[in-house]
């Protein structure tokens, strides 16, 4: 009886810290896996708002040198016809004006606020001493001329702002009030991506914590920024909130983009922990209940086998003491308690029965999370799939403000109202210019895109023909020295890897047209299993330091006055070579140079 009892205590503690360590694993599994996910779509609607953000502040820049660009003399009427189009064009403002250095209001959208002093609002003030955007706020003038919205949803405004010049005079401020719905939407359109359930949430908080957009109070937290810092930098992790609901929660900030400095939004996801991590505590309560039923049985089964183990040497033991002539010997008499090695047999064989059943188990426990982890991995791969088609969706809607920028540039350069003098036209033909310049960076961006996407097409690729066709095509008509080494014949895929000689010759013709004596030299070498295809110029080179940044998207290490440029193609350069299994670098000094290679493998991959 005492094995018996001891073999069933004894499955109870293994029953239990087996099922206790797998149902844990499994619950931190999942938590992982859902905090990856909140933070994707976090990820993602923080792209989208900085992007948004940094085109208003851009626009409303833009717009202010058109003063310089028309005349020294403010027109009333021309300005108000300028600011309806560029709202009708992009409905998300609620008003744009211009105002004098007085703060007298000039001309504005819808003729609101004309004649009205806005002296002393923040963004009139902050836009005299240069570009400025102001965080959120109630509206105050316009509340009362705007049309009514329902009493739950007061208008909110983000203010955009910039100095209006005239040659090194300063003649008024443009600003414009963004309507927070822009944002709203976007939040909207992150939730309704399909990537989660409805009981997933969305808050967009301030710098000092306030609460922008998101469930109504009490059920959000109110943050400090020490608080907000924290979670931001965190991985996403289960928190309790101030309604007694713990919630499974990540947090990313927003950053501003190139000269947009950002206004310090933090973009919170959460989902209620129950919800989150429902499938696994289902599964925990299973194994827990599977371990103590096992437990149970295995204590049962034990107490019964010692029993019928013990029965025959209880029979020889009585016959033993019979034959010596014991006068106690009965079937019932008692052989001085249980055979303990007996028992103690018995109940390693069930306990080995039972630990067969139980690896059983957590094989198919196993099985359970590995088809978990290929679901989850198709969940992320249409993820990404969808981030792509972001990407493609926003890179098309910025075709909208360049089409609105142009069509003001075409009007003032065929305006016969006001003559524009020589340096006016050319400015106008300066900022069309811009205009072609931000449709060639759509068109990279969109092509970034394909790179990716496109199935690759290996083949035999003669790099010496492709080379020279590219130099063919940029060629203009400057002394540069080319040297040109036989380059072998590469495997992989010709339309790609053109675009990558493409962008690494046209590099070095750039940055090496201002030296006297431009020189560019290609060549090959073999390196173990790879080739290594290199360029070399003599042009302005960089600095080693920032090297890390080379080949990321939209990272420039000279300015646009200087060498023009979108800041894509070594980006574009970089991902076909990776899709090629091969690796890319550079190497060189300021006013020295640079060197730019790539390598590919000798041999196509297998199949």
Known sequence: MKIGLAFAGLAAVLFAAVGGLSG??????????????????????????????????REIQNLATLQSLIDAEV????????????????????????????????????GLLEGRDVSARPWFAEGLRGPAVGDVHDALLLASLLPRRPAAEPLRLVDFSAPVRFGNRTTGVLGAHLDLRWADDLRRAALASGEVGGDVEIIVL??????????????????????????????????????????????????GQADYPGIGWTIVVRQPADAALASADALRQRIWL?????????????????GWVTAPLRAIALQARRLVGAKDADEHSPLGGPNEIAQLAGSLTQLVAQ??????????????LEARVVQRTALLDDANADLRSFGRSVSHDIRGPIAAMGQVVDMLLHSGQHPLADPTRKALVLVRGE??????LVDELMLLAQVEERPLSFGPVPMEALVDQVLAG???GRTTAVVHRPLPVAHGDEVLLRQVWQNLLANAYKFSSRVMSPRLEIRCRREGDEWIYEVQDNGAGFDMAASEHLFGAFRRLHSTADFPGTGVGLSLVKRIVHRHGGRVGARSEVGRGALFFFSLPLQPPQG
């Open 435 to 440: 205009c072609a310049r931000m449709t060639a």
């Open 290 to 306: 599977y371990g103590l039923f096992g437990a149970l049985l295995f204590g049962l089964a034990g107490w019964w086998l010692s």
């Open 355 to 368: 630990l067969r059943q139980r690896e059983q188990e957590l094989l198919e426990l196993t099985s359970t």
């Open 24 to 57: 844990q694993h499994v619950r931190d599994e999942m938590s992982q896996r859902s905090g990856e996910t909140l933070q994707h779509i976090g990820s993602r609607l923080v792209g989208a708002l900085d992007a948004g953000m940094f085109e208003r502040y």
């Open 474 to 476: 940029l060629h203009d």
């Open 206 to 255: 301030s710098r000092s914590g306030t609460v922008l957009l998101g469930p109504p109070a009490p059920q959000v937290l109110s943050w400090h920024p020490t608080q907000i810092a924290d979670l931001s930098h965190g991985p996403p992790r289960i928190r309790t909130w101030s309604d007694g609901r713990a919630y499974l929660t990540a947090a990313l900030p927003t950053r």
């Open 75 to 110: 027109d009333a009427d021309a300005w108000r016809a300028l600011l309806d189009r560029l709202q009708a064009t992009l409905p998300y403002y609620s008003w744009i004006g211009f105002a004098d250095t007085q703060g007298k209001v000039i001309a504005a959208t819808g």
